[in-house]
C-alpha cells in the first residue's frame, strides 16, 4: 500500500526514513515480508507477496531480487522506479485485490501504460477491454433531434423552406385547411415540420434557433 498517496512527497519520504532501521534490524539472509519502492519520488510499502501475483511481471522479478535485473536503491532501501506514482496506486491496489479502482481523474489509458511497463498481463487485457468498452458505448450514442413546428400560408411555404439554414432539415408538411379568403381565392395553411441534430449536447438542452429560423416563427405566429 502507498504509505501516503495523498501526501506531498517530502512527506511520505520522511517516513520511508523512519521505516528503514526495521528493514536494516532483519535477521541476515531473510528475506522481508515488507518492500518499500520509491516511484518517481512517492514511495510505497507493500508485501513481496503482493508483488509476486503475476510471476511473469518486472515487480515480481524485482521482489525476487533478480540478479539480472539491474535495480538501484535509495538511501532507504527502497527500489527506485522512474515512473509516475499517481498511475502506480491502481497498478499496486490491483495487484493487492485484482480490482481495477480508478479515480475519475486518472485516465486508464495511463494506467495501461504502467501495466505495460510492469508487464502486468491480466491487468493489460482488463484495461485494454474496458477501453474498448467504452469506445463502443460512445459510438453507439444515438443522435438527438429537437423538432419545431412552423405555421404558414401556401404563398410563404416555398420561401420559408428555401430559407432554412443552420442545420435545419425539413421533415413533413401538414395541411390545416384554409382559413383565410381573399377575394374568390382561399389561401390555404400549412404546418411545416423541421428538425436540427444535437451535436455534443445533452438530451433535453435547449437549442437556440438561428436569426433565419426565428424569422420563420415570427411569420408563423402571426398566422
Known sequence: MAESSAEASGSVHRRCVAHAPAERDASPGVASKWIRLNVGGTCFLTTRQTLCRDPKSFLYRLSQADPELDSDKDETGAYLIDRDPTYFGPVLNYLRHGKLVLNRDLAEEGVLEEAEFYN????????????????????????????????????????????????????????????????????????????????????????????????????????
Request: aromatic fraction near 6%; glycine fraction near 4%.
Open 120 to 223: 502486468i498481463t491480466s491487468l493489460i487485457k482488463l484495461i485494454k477491454d474496458k477501453i474498448r468498452e467504452r469506445e463502443c458505448k460512445t459510438s453507439q450514442v444515438p443522435v438527438k433531434h429537437v423538432y419545431r413546428v412552423l405555421q404558414c400560408q401556401e404563398e410563404e411555404l416555398t420561401q420559408m423552406v428555401s430559407t432554412m439554414s443552420d442545420g435545419w432539415k425539413f421533415e413533413q408538411l401538414v395541411s390545416i385547411g384554409s382559413s383565410y379568403n381573399y377575394g374568390n381565392e382561399d389561401q390555404a395553411e400549412f404546418l411545416c415540420v423541421v428538425s436540427k441534430e444535437l451535436h455534443n449536447q445533452s438530451y433535453g438542452t435547449n437549442s437556440e434557433p438561428s436569426e433565419k429560423a426565428k424569422i420563420l416563427q415570427e411569420r408563423g405566429s402571426r398566422m
